[in-house]
């Protein structure tokens, strides 16, 4: 899967997500200081959201200190479903649920044990199709 994967800080965390993915075969486009170039956390998640409402990528996995302000800039972007995810069931129901095609991060207290669940959760769980129509007039907003 293409996927981009952003932070306005290169962590530990950022470092471990990024080989983890890597070694599943995930093709990543790195924004912001996984890049080496420093910005803005609303400009950052903006520019990664873009990348994922336009399909140049398949999805997301942000990152920035609470989660909190990333999650919301990359909502404001019209196709985007950001979840900040703290626990591998909130990414499972996020994707079954909400169809979410943005997983968010807090760098603040997530281990890497936890990143690599929630990741694994992430992408093992589809969509459930009952809840498509609901979940997709999200997009029209």
């Known amino acids: 899967m293409n996927l981009v994967v952003s932070s306005d800080e290169k962590t530990p965390l950022t470092d471990f997500v990024i080989h983890y993915l890597k070694s599943k075969g995930h093709t990543l486009t790195l924004l912001g200081d996984l890049q080496e170039k420093n910005g803005k956390w609303a400009e950052i998640a903006t520019q990664a959201a873009k990348l994922v409402a336009n399909k140049t990528v398949d999805q997301g996995i942000l990152f920035c200190w609470s989660g909190t302000g990333t999650t919301m800039a990359a909502n404001r972007i019209q196709g985007v479903r950001a979840?900040?995810?703290?626990?591998?069931?909130i990414a499972k129901l996020a994707r079954k649920w909400n169809d979410a095609n943005v997983l968010v991060m807090a760098l603040v207290n997530t281990t890497n044990k936890n990143a690599k669940e929630m990741i694994d959760a992430w992408f093992s769980t589809s969509f459930d199709e009952e809840g498509l129509n609901e979940a997709h007039k999200l997009d029209e907003i």
């Open 83 to 89: 979840a900040l995810c703290w626990t591998p069931e």
